[in-house]
């Protein structure tokens, strides 16, 4: 057995902060000792370690439910080993692998065997795996929640990459009919071509302004009114990945007000930058949907106070270098997506704790919500007797620099690079077993595959 103890401990997203014992056996959480520090004697008969947090923030590890990890078929984009050592470096326990940009995608049982063998032995947090839904693979929907993937994503418009197809609306409500009183939820990429004259592309290819006019909010707006309907009709659980316009909050407020099973996401993007401040020519920005104006950020921070969008992510996507190069690439054609899995919780803090938002906010948003969502709510986000020992510990008053040389993921482009963030980690438990300590690595890759 193994005992946490520490002064500032936050078990849940409705606790207060305080001193609180944790006993943990076999990876999970078999005691809880709230309001003291002092082990009562003879309490515990087999007591083999006793880790003190003294002054530090314990609270429940962090679940990112969209994370890209590449592998097998892209792993010089990213890979099982490298995420999830960034994953734990930013005090995520879990993360849930997208069904692409993997090849094969995870749309069928014979590939998502193909991605299991390849992680097995990789993986410093615990890995759950999301399917996918492309054109003419209902049948393999209710087979693979049946092999443990935790449900759907789905696109609305071309995923960028040629193996996960979008998928039109009408087979969308197929998909959704099929998974209809299942346990398994669609995700949608919301995003939904409008008339080609409305977004012809006008103007200089390496402007951040060409971009951001090619896929205006006006895509996404249309993509969930939509999906809104689609929920309606079906009555089966839809979520919205990576929300990035703030004009969709009042629609997505009033379907879940109407009882409807829709929830939303946003992520770190979203939240942290905004178009305005965005260098022309700087691909490590783009992202689909792009990150919009001052006016859309505020939307959003609006939507999470009011619990609309119900948790935050890092939608961790990255690429090789040679795809983000504006000197050979236009910024139109750079691969999309922002790399910040390593950075997730001093990015949300910094931001968050200056508006008002407090380290139970954090757990709510990034640790029950996700788990909650990826149907891990009963071991994953909090820290209660049954569940899984998974910890962070931290101060959320210490401050640093994000710097290249610090960067666990394979490649190392980000937009964060020289920002000074609020959140130093120091422990990341997994399992009852220190991951990360004192900024390494400190355990092998023991990691469960969440199946």
């Known amino acids: 057995m193994k005992v946490f103890r520490g002064k500032l401990v936050l078990t849940d997203a409705q606790s207060e902060i305080g001193p609180a014992i944790i006993a943990v056996k076999d990876g ?14 003879g309490h515990w008969a087999n ?35 490298t ?55 209902k049948p393999d929907l209710k087979p693979l929640l049946a092999k443990g993937v935790k449900g759907f994503k789905c696109f609305l418009l071309e995923s960028g990459v040629m193996e996960f197809p979008c998928v039109t609306l009408d087979q969308a409500k197929e998909a959704l009919f099929e998974l209809k ?22 103007g200089d290819l390496n402007k951040y302004s060409t971009f951001l006019e090619s896929r205006p909010a006006s895509m996404e707006d249309n993509a969930i009114r939509h999906i809104i309907e689609l929920c309606r009709l079906t009555k089966t659980p839809c979520h919205i990945v990576h929300l990035g316009s703030g004009n969709s909050v009042r629609a997505l407020e009033e379907a879940q007000k109407e009882g409807l099973p829709i929830t939303a996401e946003t992520c770190h993007h979203y939240l942290n930058l905004w178009a305005e401040i965005i260098p022309d020519a700087s691909a490590e920005f783009k992202c689909c949907p792009p990150v919009r104006d001052h006016w859309h950020r505020e939307e959003l921070w609006k939507a999470i106070k009011k619990n609309v969008v119900s948790l935050v992510v890092s939608d961790h996507a990255p690429c090789t270098p040679d795809l983000k190069d504006t000197s050979k690439v236009s910024l139109m054609s750079a691969w999309g997506g922002i790399s910040s899995v390593q950075f997730a919780l001093p990015l949300m803090w910094t931001e968050s704790k200056r508006r008002g938002f407090t380290l139970q ?11 909650k969502l990826a149907r891990l709510e009963n071991r994953k986000g909090k820290i209660e007797v049954g569940y899984d020992a998974d910890f962070v510990i931290w101060d959320p008053l210490a401050k640093f620099t994000v710097a290249t040389k610090n960067i666990m993921h394979k490649n190392k482009l980000t937009p964060y690079i ?11 438990i997994v399992g009852g077993e220190t991951v990360w300590h004192e900024g390494a690595i400190s355990h092998p890759a023991k990691g469960k595959l969440l199946i």
């Not at 999970?28 to 520090?37: D, P």
């Not at 020289?418 to 990341?428: D, P």
């Open 181 to 202: 009183d299942t346990k398994g939820v669609l995700l949608f990429h919301a995003e939904l071509d409008i008339p080609p004259a409305l977004t012809k592309v006008r």
């Open 28 to 41: 999970k959480i078999v005691e809880v000792l709230r309001g003291t520090t002092e082990i009562p004697y």
């Open 83 to 137: 995420a999830t050592k960034a994953g734990a470096a930013s005090g995520i326990t879990t993360i849930v692998d997208m069904p692409l940009n993997s090849i094969p995608p995870t749309t069928t049982v014979a590939n998502f065997q193909t991605k299991l063998e390849a992680a097995k032995g990789k993986c410093f947090v615990d890995v759950a795996f999301w399917g996918g839904v492309v054109p003419r693979n």
């Open 361 to 371: 906010d954090i757990i709510r948003l990034m640790s029950v919500g996700p788990a």
């Open 418 to 428: 020289g920002q000074e963030l609020f959140g130093v980690i120091h422990s990341t």
């Open 47 to 81: 007591v083999d370690e006793v880790i003190d947090v003294g002054n530090r923030i314990l609270m429940p590890g962090l679940v990112d439910s969209h994370v890209h990890v590449n592998e097998p078929g892209r792993t010089e984009w990213e890979g099982y080993e």
